[in-house]
């Protein structure tokens, strides 16, 4: 099972922020946090994963919060195409365990 | 920028059928993995391949799949004898493997379908 739990679905406006919240309790101090995205059955996208510290990227920022256990993702200006399934996964990058477990994601949808 | 290949986009089959789902992989890439998605459920993890060998395999991932690297570019998944429920989306990604920015990169999926 993932262990991650995030909400359902969420609503952004159109050239606000969305921020998509996390919530990983059990996480271990050799687990990254990544983000995914799939936009209506296409594959999934890689967006953007950190450790400890606060990452951005051109995509997105992640914020982790000093105990580690929620994470934010931050759309700073999110657009219509940014309506997607968004997915919070926790993993370790070392080893031969590499894969994802996927939970439901959270829904996001940008209104015009 | 680099991408994952996948073909066909669609395979529709006949139950019992075998069939092979075919992958490019980044070309510096390490691992490789397969997922699938049934219509509307979660993503699921089926196996990862490393060094010409599997490394980690699901449960869905039983006597019935298979999966090669037949030559430097290729990364196939065959199912030997399809069941209804083997309907899905199938996604191919693949990861450098090393060090701390080993996002998996994933393939725009073949849609099999079994009748």
């Known amino acids: 099972d993932a262990k991650t739990t995030q909400p359902t679905s969420m609503d952004c406006a159109e050239g606000r922020a969305a921020n998509l919240p996390c919530n990983h309790s059990?996480?271990?101090?050799?687990?990254?946090v990544y983000w995914y995205r799939q936009i209506h059955s296409q594959g999934p996208q890689y967006i953007i994963h950190g450790l400890k510290n606060n990452e951005t990227n051109e995509m997105a920022s992640l914020i982790i919060t000093e105990d580690r256990k929620s994470s934010t993702l931050i759309l700073p200006h999110a657009t219509l195409r940014d309506t997607a399934v968004y997915y919070c996964?926790?993993?370790?990058?070392?080893?031969?365990?590499?894969?994802?477990?996927w939970g439901l994601g959270t829904s996001l949808a940008v209104n015009p | 920028e680099p991408e994952v290949t996948q073909t066909p986009s669609h395979q529709v089959t006949q139950m019992g059928q075998e069939v092979i789902l075919r992958c490019v992989p980044i070309?510096?890439?390490?691992?490789f993995y397969w997922y699938r998605q049934i219509l509307g459920q979660k993503v699921e993890f089926l196996v990862s391949?490393?060094?010409?060998?599997?490394?980690?395999k699901s449960e869905i991932f039983d006597d019935q799949f298979s999966v090669e690297r037949p030559d430097g570019s290729n990364f196939t998944l065959k199912i030997r004898s399809t069941k209804l429920e083997d309907s899905a989306m199938y996604f191919c990604?693949?990861?450098?493997?090393?060090?701390?920015?080993?996002?998996?990169?994933f393939g725009p999926g073949t849609r099999l379908t079994v009748l």
């Open positions: 990604a693949s990861s450098e493997g090393a060090g701390r920015w080993d996002e998996q990169f």
């Open positions: 996964i926790v993993r370790a990058n070392a080893g031969n365990n590499r894969k994802l477990i």
């Open positions: 059990t996480i271990s101090g050799n687990e990254y």
């Open positions: 391949f490393y060094n010409n060998e599997i490394s980690e």
């Open positions: 070309s510096n890439h390490l691992y």
